[in-house]
């Protein structure tokens, strides 16, 4: 079954305000990751900040302010940095596959070799605001332990490190395909096959499908969590998972 009045393409949502916790290199941002199936882009709404990234390209550090838009195709590990109350509106591909695991944390070698270690260190405990922004910086740390010696070796023209946390990524969530595949056929598939179908509704002179045309609003379920990179709003729309690890 599709899901009813997606937004548009069946994204994803949210908004972000960029942690300013200072990480072990001395720069303040979120925690870097990749997604495996998912283009994930920024829309910055206020302030100012940074996107580092690595991919076959090598490092970037891309500078983010008010207007900037920044987007990133799977398998480009990224990192939000704080420059100045950094806000960002992120729109995601594939909504609901992110919040269903297609985002991997850069941590060490040997917990990504542990799917166990990886889900405990990955899920945020419940508890008071504090126990749960202490847990989300111990997180965003690991991920940064892992991060640094990727970045290092990418830059000195060593892409070998690169792939294989790719590679380490890639076998992590292997189990988890199947169900991601039913959520791509309810949300984005589903949205592009009804274009198709529209298409061919007004080619065939019969735009009877203009007859359920509607107009939807929504307002955040969920202010301030503890996402990848900051402070998160989100969203109750169709084709987003509500319930997160993160």
Do not use: K
């Not at 990480?23 to 998912?38: E, F, K, R």
């Not at 995601?92 to 596959?97: A, I």
């Not at 992590?172 to 199947?178: A, D, G, I, Y």
């Not at 061919?200 to 202010?223: F, I, M, N």
Request: net charge negative; hydrophobic share 40%.
């Amino acid at each position: 079954m599709s899901l009813p009045n997606p937004l548009p393409g069946a994204v994803g949502l949210s908004h972000l305000r960029a942690y300013d916790w200072e990480a072990a290199d001395g720069v303040c941002g979120g925690s870097p990751h990749l997604h495996l199936v998912c283009t994930e882009a920024y829309v910055v709404t206020g302030g100012r900040g940074a996107v580092q990234t690595l991919s076959p390209d090598g490092y970037r550090d891309v500078p983010l302010e008010a207007g900037a838009v920044a987007w990133f195709t799977p398998g480009t590990v990224h990192r939000m940095v704080q420059g100045g109350e950094l806000r960002i509106t992120v729109l995601m591909q594939n909504s609901g596959l992110p919040e269903a695991g297609d985002a991997v944390f850069t941590f060490p070698a040997e917990v990504l070799a542990d799917p166990e270690r990886y889900a405990s260190v990955a899920r945020l405990p419940g508890g008071t605001d504090g126990e749960v922004a202490a847990a989300a910086r111990r997180r965003r740390d690991l991920a940064v332990e892992g991060y640094l010696p990727l970045r290092a070796a990418l830059r000195d023209g060593d892409a070998g490190p690169y792939r294989e946390f790719q590679r380490a990524a890639a076998g992590l969530v292997r189990e988890r395909v199947s169900g991601w595949r039913e959520l791509w056929r309810a949300g984005a598939l589903a949205t592009a096959e009804r274009t198709g179908a529209q298409l061919d509704a007004l080619e065939a002179g019969a735009p009877d499908y203009l007859a359920d045309a509607t107009a939807s609003h929504s307002v955040p379920s969920r202010v301030g969590g503890y996402g990848m990179c900051g402070r998160r709003d989100e969203y109750e729309v169709p084709g987003t998972t509500v319930s997160r690890d993160d």
